[in-house]
Structures are given as C-alpha cells and as structure tokens.
C-alpha cells in the first residue's frame, strides 16, 4: 500500500505575489525559490478577501466568504464549520493535525468574551497546559498577540508564544524592547528596525516549533498549518533582517502618488476617513500610536518600508528553509507535499496607498503560491488565475482522501494540461469599520480585473495585460461593455450557498 503524503501548509500574512526571488523584484527568498524550482508555482493566486480573518476562514474551509459567514475581521467563524474543514477533514481520514503560529480564526478585540481561546477576554480560559483541538486541528500552538501594534497583557491574557516569550517574567520588557527602533531612524513610523535580538521574534519560535513537531513525527501521517504572522505592519525586523536591505537601491511601488480621479467613490470615502484619528479598536493602538494611518509616503519612507518589508519576508524565508531541511534530516521531504501562500497581499505604496482596504490593487490582491511534493513535476509556472481556497481541494486530491464539496478547485489538472478562466474575491465592506458600506465583488480572469459594487453597480476595469500598474479604468469605457458583461457573468456563476452574515462581535 503506498504510504500517504504528509501535508505541511506554511503560509505568511499580507504578503504580495511579486515579493518573491521568482518575481524578479530583488527580494532574497532562497528556501521559497527552491520551493518553485522543485515544484510549481502560480504566478495569478488571488486572496478571496483581504482582510485576515475573511481569508483565513476561507482557507481553511475551502469556501467564499458569504458561504462561511465571515465577510470582514471582527466576524467569528462557526466553530462547526471550521471543523468540517481542512484539519477536520485530514483528521477524520487518519491524519495527525497541527497548527503553529498565527491562526486569527477568530476575532482578538471583541465587545465581549467569546469564549474562544483567540479573544483577548477569553484567553484566560485556555491556561498554559490547553493545547486544542481548535478548529478541527488536534493540536495547536497559537499566538494571541501577533503584531505589535497590540499592547502586552500578562497572563492569563497570553497563549502559547506569549507564554514562551515571558520566561524568567521577562514578557512585557521583550514585548516592549522590540517596539525599541535600533541603528538608522527610519522615515517612517511604520517601520524601524527593532532592538529584540531575533531569536525572540516570532518567526524563530515557528520555525522551532515546526522542527519540533517534525522531529518528534511517528509514521502516522500529518497535515500542519504553519503560519508566520509576518510581514504584516507594524514593519520591524531585527538584526541580520532589518539592515539586509539597508542601502540597496530596493524596487519601491512604481506609482506611489495618490491617484483618486477615475476611481469608484469608495476610494476617496475611505482615504479620507482613513485620514481621521482612529475611532474604533483602540485596543490596536500600543504606545498611543493610530497604527491605522499611511503617514506621508516619500520616496525615502518608500525606501525604509519596502527595505523592512523584504526583510522580514528573506526573515520567514529563513525558517522555511530550516523546516525544509528538518523535512529532509528526517526523511520525509519526499512524502510530504508542501504547499506555500499567503493570506492576503499589502499596498505597500501602490497608488499612494499603504497598509489594506477596499481598494483591489494587484498588490492586495495576488499572493505567492507555490507547491511541491510527490507526483508533482518541477519547475513548472502556471499563469491561471487561482485562488487560495483551492488548497484544501488540491491537498484532498492529492493526498486521495474524501473531503466535502467547497469553492476550491485542485491544481493537478493545471499542470496537467487544463486551464482555469477566474478566481473571485467578495468582500462585505462595513461603514462602522471601512467608512463605506459595499457588497464589493472581484473577478480576475486571465486578462482583466473588475471589482464591482452591487448596491450602486459602479466599479473599476482593469486590463492586466496592457495596464499592469493599473492606472486606466475602463469600467465606463462603452467599447468594454461585452467584457464587462462577460466579467459579471464570471461572479454571478459562484453557487448560491451564501449563508447569513456572521454577527460582528469585535473589530479585528
């Protein structure tokens, strides 16, 4: 009987598709690339929301947001659905099932207890020796505080990495030395190089964590999430990380000047509330900062950001590659299929923009995807558009296990020879969290992207392949009516499975 693959899920978060060696912006990833030349990768993967949770939620489960229920952060998932997912599914099939890192299954700043161990009001319920199930996985090792625009609680407001990070009671003095900005003063609020040496930093601890789960493996088969929270803002990395770009002349956005004429409505709406100090989630604002603004984008604060930004990313790049090598020291590199992506992408100075919202820039929306492992070929591009609720499908299918009907479509036949026309992203944008209420639906095909509000049918068309940068919006533009038309028929396709919101209990 042939063994079955193993299936390890690595995933990082805001982390945009051309911010990998592959893509040829200059970002030093290694481990990632070797990923791509030992397997596949999909140059078009789109994020079915961008927002954390939304996306996550739809990795997991397999499904389009308004089919699980979770249209924007601050909206818990229904735990039933969550078990009947990816985990759940892998689990009821004889699996081992896993996760580390960054889950955000839930929401973290909520008006009141949840119940759920990711609730800054509810962790407490989840002591140092609680280690799952969650969510259909067996086992979890979760962070509670993932970035560091939060404050620091100590316990039992912490769950396992901050339990780690307090050894000796030292928590709250690490928390706060890595907001401490060490060498050059960056242009940028946004972005510093941090003072906590980096073996405290988050990354290290999952990649420990995944070596140690590797190492202590028996032959039952597994299926893990590993989820680096980076390089989600705030923008800080230690030393080797933070000084790697230091003095390169490093690839900033190439339009980085706010552009808000022929653009829907909701650009403008947004940007300019955007713009007011904070009102909702001040729990998110550590050290009195609005860890929400842009601040002003020059090229130098372009230049510190994006710099920051690769190296946290060549940072998680780092970990992968000891995960990887742990793989192999202990035999079973080839029997496990690996696949690599992000949650969702990052402005990162596009159209004057930073940070993310209802504007579906290539930046926010494309994600890196790679995959490898046994029975897929080498060094193979595919440009289709996919999306990252494929996942689980792919997985199930690879791995020839049972697993129930979802949005997601498996990759093998893409390599195969077949083809895919769209992926779609919908997003439920919420006026007392985004300024603006939207049902704003995306498609991105082969050649163009529309993102359409359907309560005021305005949006925006972009032709990817003549207008990348996209700077031209056709959307009114008479002579792409059939595209248009063509377009809307691709999001009118989704199933009708839609379920009713889940009810707002927090902000993120």
Not at 157 to 163: D, G, I, P, R, V
Not at 233 to 248: H, K, T
Not at 417 to 442: I, P
């Amino acid at each position: 009987m042939q063994k079955r693959p193993n299936i390890l899920l690595i995933t990082t978060d805001q982390h945009r598709g051309d911010c990998i060696g592959a893509e040829g912006r200059g970002v030093n990833t290694p481990n990632l690339d070797r990923i791509a030349q030992n397997g596949v990768r999909f140059s078009t993967c789109t994020t079915p929301h961008p927002m954390c949770q939304a996306a996550r939620a739809s990795i997991l489960t397999g499904l389009l947001p308004y089919s699980h229920g979770v249209r924007d952060n601050g909206r818990d998932l229904d735990e039933t659905l969550g078990a009947a997912g990816f985990a759940g599914t892998f689990g009821k099939a004889g699996y081992d099932t896993q996760f580390i890192g960054k889950a955000h299954l839930s929401s973290q700043q909520t008006f009141e207890p949840t119940g759920r161990p990711e609730c800054y009001k509810s962790a407490q319920s989840f002591g140092p020796d609680w280690t799952g199930g969650y969510m259909g996985f067996d086992k979890v090792q979760l962070m509670l505080r993932p970035h560091h625009h939060t404050q620091w609680y100590d316990a039992p407001e912490t769950l396992h990495y901050e339990n780690w990070l307090d050894q000796g009671g030292q928590g709250r003095a690490r928390w706060d030395l890595a907001k401490d900005r060490k060498g050059r003063e960056t242009a940028h609020f946004q972005c510093w190089r941090s003072a906590l040496p980096d073996p405290w930093h988050s990354s290290p601890w999952i990649g420990d964590r995944a070596i140690e789960m590797i190492e202590n493996q028996d032959e039952t088969p597994f299926m893990a999430w590993v989820s680096f929270p980076d390089p989600h803002p705030p923008f800080l990395a230690a030393a080797p990380w933070g000084d790697m770009y230091q003095g390169r002349d490093v690839e900033i956005a190439k339009n980085p000047k706010l552009d808000l004429e022929n653009r829907p409505w909701w650009h403008k709406r947004f940007v300019d509330d955007r713009a007011k100090p904070i009102k909702l989630g001040e729990e998110h604002n550590a050290g009195g900062i609005d860890w929400g603004q842009k601040g002003e984008l020059t090229k130098t604060a372009l230049r510190d950001l994006t710099s920051i930004y690769f190296g946290m990313i060549t940072s998680v790049d780092h970990q992968v590659g000891r995960i990887m090598a742990a793989l192999e020291q202990a035999g079973k590199l080839d029997e496990t299929i690996v696949i690599f992506l992000a949650d969702h992408g990052e402005w990162l100075g596009d159209h004057g923009l930073l940070l993310k919202g209802p504007m579906l820039y290539d930046g926010l929306l494309r994600v890196p995807c790679l995959i490898q492992g046994p029975g897929i070929p080498k060094a193979q591009v595919v440009s289709d558009p996919i999306s990252t609720i494929d996942a689980f499908a792919t997985a199930a299918d690879l791995a020839k296990i049972s697993a129930p009907d979802t949005h997601g479509q498996s990759w093998r036949n893409l390599w195969t020879g077949g083809s895919r026309d769209f992926a779609l992203s919908e997003y439920e944008v919420d006026a007392k969290r985004s300024a603006v209420d939207m049902d704003l639906q995306t498609v991105r095909s082969t050649r163009y992207r529309m993102s359409i509000d359907m309560y005021t049918e305005t949006g925006e068309l972009y032709d990817m392949q003549e207008d990348p940068e996209e700077m031209i919006n056709l959307f009114d533009d008479p002579s792409r009516a059939t595209v248009k038309t063509e377009l809307l028929d691709m999001i009118r396709s989704r199933p009708q499975d839609q379920i009713p919101v889940a009810p707002r209990v927090g902000w993120h």
